[in-house]
């Protein structure tokens, strides 16, 4: 197969399929021409579909090409906030013995000169006691009630100048910012002086009039807004998710997302699509990069190493480039999301449900994603709270969802109407298997659960799903029989190894399944003999049965199938002789057969490569 998924030519390429151990079953090709576990059955003309409608290609990309490459430790130098505590040194407010430190909180001279003739504070009627009652500029606002300043004498306008501490500092040790590579302008967070002048003038206070008590708590105006009340936030509360609860939430990864956002040049302009856009992606980015959770807790791989970051942040960590420059993201061209592939980029965490902000559709479209594709296949690290009701809210242009190799658990949930890949194999899935899940989804074309633990039979919806052509179901704790295959008429490859359960016998109507060209069905319980309808089966190329508990002989008209490359039986209670008309597929000039085993012991066969399970596999 080639780098566009075409066939060189009708042959099978056999690896080291079989051969690895006698537990190991044959395993799935992925895209980038390696099997999944390690084990290779490659399939020639297998290919991922492509949708049948816009975007027209949704193919599993080949992960490889994917740049890693290791960033500098950005824990190693947090960014620390540069504003210092106010502290009073015990003097009287005088302007020409307490000089105001402009790197607190600057005050432009040339805006609101001090008058030095003005009736000064009288320290000695009125002192401000220094321990008393300090000013903790970081701690919350607290409204008096010791000595209420009397609004119609002395006015404080609360919108004059609001109080924003924490306008927009990034979590130094949570989710720390690369400096080297995205430095913070430390003029972005703090308060602009210039922005908000204060006008000693505008609301003078009579000292006379309303004297200092020295023990009373520090007057602070009771409109002056508190954390998580920017604008930004104003305009992103009704899209975000559970109304918006995360965003009060400092240590929240959507409160970080936010102050994400509200960094970015221009951010005052940007639609709502484009915000919320930047806001879903900095939820992933927030949620998972540097994040433990009960997986890497209970890893002692973990223990007395730096946690991990990212591999590539390339965008991610910047504030002036816009998302469809980032790293693994694509963007359609109306500049709305429609990719995100970050495989093997050694995600952490939880992958949050934000990212059904970037569907094209449904109930938290945004108007900022035209989402089509979600891969984060390879990181093992990677959790999702056991909650994958996100993958139901993915919109009408959702085709694609991989999470193989991740610790996604849970169950499978509804899917997408239009989904044509899913692929969760090698997770934690343990429910979901139903009817209801997969019923309707005529686009459905690749399925791949191998390596959960469904603890399930298999439904039926299988064979009635159209255009289904791949599916493995292997090392799933599967049981029940074979019945779900009864009106496949698409499938090409289906394998399902290492379940058990499975029992039952071969059913003749599966000779009716013609467009089947590669079945493995190996380490099973399936009883019966071989039925003579699988003579029927023309395209088939590569038949794995091996390890179950089959009887009987073998059936001449396994002879008819003229493109038959490898037939494993062995492991069996097989008997008889292998049929002359398999036996000349092998030999010269045809040779079509390049893998022929039973267990020679028991089946008299001549013409076999191999004659035990040790053999063929190894």
């Not at 633990?453 to 009635?464: H, K, L, W, Y």
């Not at 060209?517 to 003579?532: C, I, K």
Request: overall charge negative.
């Amino acid at each position: 197969m080639d780098s566009e998924g075409n066939s060189g030519s009708n042959t099978f390429v056999v690896g080291g399929g079989n051969s690895d151990a006698l537990t190991v079953p044959p395993m799935i090709i992925g895209p980038n021409g390696m099997a999944c576990n390690g084990i290779i059955h490659a399939l020639d003309g297998v290919i991922l579909p492509e949708p049948e409608k816009p975007p027209t290609d949704a193919p599993v990309v080949d992960p490889t090409p994917a740049p890693v490459g290791p960033v500098p430790n950005p824990t190693a130098a947090p960014i620390t906030p540069t504003t210092e505590p106010v502290i009073p040194t015990g003097a009287p407010a005088d302007p020409t013995t307490v000089p105001i430190d402009p790197t607190a909180v600057p005050i432009d001279p040339t805006t609101a000169p001090i008058d030095p003739t003005a009736t000064p504070i009288d320290p000695t009627t009125a002192p401000i006691d220094p321990t008393a009652a300090p000013i903790d500029p970081t701690a919350a606002p607290i409204v008096p009630t010791a000595v209420p300043i009397d609004p119609t004498a002395v006015p404080i306008d609360p919108t004059a100048a609001p109080i924003e501490p924490t306008a927009a500092p990034i979590e130094p040790t949570t989710a720390p910012i690369e400096p080297t590579t995205a430095p913070i302008d430390p003029t972005a967070a703090p308060i602009d002086p210039t922005a908000v002048p204060i006008d000693p003038t505008a609301v003078p206070i009579d000292p006379t009039a309303v004297p200092i008590d020295p023990t009373a708590v520090p007057i602070v105006p009771t409109g002056a807004p508190t954390v998580g009340t920017s604008g930004i936030q104003a305009r992103l509360t009704p899209f975000a998710l559970n109304g918006g609860v995360g965003l009060e939430d400092t240590n929240s990864y959507q409160y970080k997302a936010l102050k994400q956002v509200e960094l970015q040049v221009g951010v005052d302009d940007f639609s709502d699509a484009k915000l919320t856009q930047y806001y879903a992606l900095y939820c992933i980015y927030f949620a998972t990069n540097g994040v433990s959770n009960q997986i890497t807790d209970a890893d002692p791989r973990f223990v007395g190493i730096p946690f991990p970051n990212w591999l590539v942040i390339t965008g991610w960590d910047q504030i002036d480039v816009d998302p469809c420059d980032w790293y693994g993201i694509v963007c359609d061209s109306q500049s709305r999301v429609s990719t995100i592939d970050l495989f093997e980029n050694l995600l952490t965490g939880a992958f949050p449900p934000e990212v059904s902000l970037l569907s094209l559709d449904g109930p938290y479209s945004t108007g900022g994603g035209n989402l089509f594709r979600v891969d984060i296949f390879r990181n093992e690290f990677c959790y999702n709270n056991a909650d994958n009701s996100w993958m139901s809210d993915l919109g009408s242009n959702m085709t694609t969802i991989i999470v193989e190799e991740t610790a996604f658990a849970g169950d499978i949930p509804r899917l997408p109407e239009f989904l044509v890949n899913f692929d969760i194999s090698f997770a934690f899935f343990t429910g979901g298997l139903t009817e209801d899940n997969f019923e309707g989804l005529d686009k459905l074309s690749f399925v791949d659960l191998d390596g959960n633990a469904f603890n399930s039979t298999i439904p039926s919806v299988f064979g009635r799903l159209p255009s289904l052509e791949f599916l493995y179901l292997s090392d799933s704790f599967l049981s029940g029989d074979l019945s779900y295959m009864e009106g496949m008429s698409s499938i090409r490859e289906h394998w399902i190894d290492t379940n058990p359960g499975l029992k039952g016998p071969i059913y003749d109507f599966i000779g009716d399944i013609t467009t089947l060209e590669s079945w493995s069905m190996t380490f099973n319980s399936v009883t019966g003999t071989l039925p003579t309808t699988l003579g029927n089966l023309e395209n088939m190329k590569q038949m794995w049965l091996y390890s179950n508990q089959l009887t009987g002989t073998i059936p001449s008209e396994l002879g008819n199938l003229s493109n038959m490359k490898i037939l494993q039986l062995e492991g069996n209670a097989l008997s008889g002789s292998m049929p002359p008309e398999i036996c000349a597929n092998t030999a010269f000039p045809t040779m079509i057969i390049e893998t022929l085993g039973v267990d020679c012991d028991v089946v008299d066969c001549s013409c076999c490569t191999c004659c035990s399970v040790l053999e063929c596999t190894t």
